[in-house]
T-cell receptor, first 115, second 116 residues
Framework: AQSVAQPEDQVNVAEGNPLTVKCTYS??????LFWYVQYPNRGLQFLLK??????LVKGSYGFEAEFNKSQTSFHLKKPSALVSDSALYFC?????????????FGTGTQLKVEL | GAVVSQHPSWVICKSGTSVKIECRSL??????MFWYRQFPKQSLMLMAT?????????EQGVEKDKFLINHASLTLSTLTVTSAHPEDSSFYIC????????????FGEGSRLTVL
C-alpha cells in the first residue's frame, strides 16, 4: 500500500520569505511523486513531478521540490513567496510503472502568504 | 499543457433526481480517467477508475449503482449521480492520464453538486 503524509494543515509565510510545504511518503518500490495546487472551487493544477534522475525538481511558478530517498520526503519549496501563492497544496505518490496506477493524495496543506 | 474540461461547474438539483457530469480531454486521448470526490477542507477521495470501452473499476465503499460511470470514447467520461440525496452534495473532480509511463494526471476544474 502507498500513502502520503502532509504533517501541516496550514503554513503561514510572509511575502518575500522562503516557504516549505512538507511531504513524506510510503511506497513499496520506486515512487513517482507529484505536487498539485488547488485554488478555491477549482480543480487541481500540476506543479511538478519526480520520476527519476536529479533529486531537485523545478516546476511551475518558481516552485521546486527535493526528493530525499533516505528520509522518504518530497518537500515543496519556493525561495520567495507571493500572496498569489496562497492556495491548497497536495502531495501525491504512485508506484513507478504508470500503467494506470492510481495516485494517492495527502490531506493537503493550506498555504497562506501574507503581506 | 493538456486540458481537461469538466461540465457543469455548478449544479443544483432536487432530491431524487439524477445529475450527469461530463469530463472531456480536449487536446489528447485519455484511455484512463479518474473520478474523485472532495469534501470541504479534505483531500481527494478516489471513487473510480474509468477505462475507455470497459466497465469502470470502483473503489471500496463506492456504490456503483448510485455513481454510474461511462467512458464511451477516448475523450469523454461521464459520471451520473442517480437518485441524488443531500448527502451526495460534494465537489466532484475528474482527471485524465496523459502518459502511461509516468502516471501524470491532468484535472478538470471540478463540479460542485448541491442536492436540495
Amino acid at each position: 500500500a502507498q500513502s502520503v503524509a502532509q504533517p501541516e494543515d496550514q503554513v503561514n509565510v510572509a511575502e518575500g520569505n522562503p516557504l516549505t510545504v512538507k511531504c513524506t511518503y510510503s511506497v513499496s518500490g520506486n515512487p513517482y511523486l507529484f505536487w498539485y495546487v488547488q485554488y478555491p472551487n477549482r480543480g487541481l493544477q500540476f506543479l511538478l513531478k519526480y520520476i527519476t534522475g536529479d533529486n531537485l525538481v523545478k516546476g511551475s511558478y518558481g516552485f521546486e521540490a527535493e526528493f530525499n530517498k533516505s528520509q522518504t520526503s518530497f518537500h515543496l519549496k519556493k525561495p520567495s513567496a507571493l500572496v498569489s501563492d496562497s492556495a491548497l497544496y497536495f502531495c501525491a505518490v504512485s508506484l513507478s510503472g504508470g500503467g494506470g496506477n492510481k495516485l494517492t493524495f495527502g490531506t493537503g496543506t493550506q498555504l497562506k502568504v501574507e503581506l | 499543457g493538456a486540458v481537461v474540461s469538466q461540465h457543469p461547474s455548478w449544479v443544483i438539483c432536487k432530491s431524487g433526481t439524477s445529475v450527469k457530469i461530463e469530463c472531456r480531454s480536449l487536446d489528447f486521448q485519455a484511455t484512463t480517467m479518474f473520478w474523485y470526490r472532495q469534501f470541504p477542507k479534505q483531500s481527494l477521495m478516489l471513487m473510480a477508475t474509468s477505462n475507455e470501452g470497459s466497465k469502470a473499476t470502483y473503489e471500496q465503499g463506492v456504490e456503483k449503482d448510485k455513481f454510474l460511470i461511462n467512458h464511451a470514447s477516448l475523450t469523454l467520461s461521464t459520471l451520473t449521480v442517480t437518485s441524488a440525496h443531500p448527502e451526495d452534495s460534494s465537489f466532484y473532480i475528474c482527471s485524465a492520464q496523459i502518459r502511461v509511463s509516468t502516471g501524470e494526471l491532468f484535472f478538470g476544474e471540478g463540479s460542485r453538486l448541491t442536492v436540495l
